[in-house]
């Protein structure tokens, strides 16, 4: 059976430096033999999160909130790893990327021990801890400025069950008032090895 990795693009825009790099990194996953499918959340009829905890209510990973993020849900569950890339706005990943992050609620794990003032063991419900690689980029050059937020966010998806690990910073762009990272060599290879090496 083929192998697969469940792209998940953040940006608003398409043909965006995002959907660019994301490109990339599925040209790389390709030259493996890895196949993918992209989901575009803007395009996608996706609620947020409603906080009917149904999800814990009956012990289940099924979110009550029927959407077209049940697409996405069949996709991760049944491919090898996830590869999700979103432009930093206002110091955080857009609002399509954090629905989506919301919306992951089920398979966190319900259980939770407090030890210390720290809760230790919340489990992560995705079968089968799959690999999860990431791509973010920003206007701000300082690759420094949004990171603790930036890892926070990849943290959070490994709560979930996810092997959370390589990732891609492409820093200093804004497309229509910088050039576009397509006169980057060295951040589109960043990319393509991402997919590559990464997932292989």
């Not at 409603?50 to 209510?57: E, G, H, N, P, R």
């Not at 629905?99 to 003032?117: A, H, I, N, Q, T």
Request: charged residues 25%; contains cysteine; hydrophobic residues 40%.
């Amino acid at each position: 059976m083929s192998r697969t990795v469940t792209i998940i693009i953040g940006s608003p825009s398409k043909g965006s430096n995002t959907h660019i790099l994301a490109g990339e990194a599925q040209k790389g996953l390709e030259a493996i033999g890895v196949g993918s499918r992209v989901f575009f959340l803007n395009d996608m009829d996706i609620k947020g999160c409603q906080s009917c905890l149904s999800c814990k209510v009956k012990n289940t990973v099924e979110c009550a909130v029927k959407d077209d993020m049940q697409l996405i849900y069949q996709a991760m569950e049944a491919s090898d790893g996830i590869l999700v890339a979103t432009p930093i706005y206002f110091g955080y990943v857009t609002a399509q990327a954090k629905m989506w992050l919301d919306r992951m609620f089920p398979y966190l794990g319900s259980k939770e021990v407090v030890k210390e003032g720290v809760r230790t063991d919340l489990t992560g419900l995705m079968p089968g801890r799959k690999r999860a690689g990431f791509i973010f980029t920003q206007n701000q050059p300082d690759p420094g400025l949004f990171i603790d937020d930036i890892r926070k966010f990849m943290d959070k998806v490994s709560l979930v069950g996810f092997e959370a690990g390589g990732y891609l910073l492409a820093t200093d762009l804004a497309r229509g008032m910088k050039p576009m990272v397509t006169e980057n060599e060295a951040c589109m290879r960043a990319a393509y090895d991402l997919g590559k090496k990464y997932f292989e």
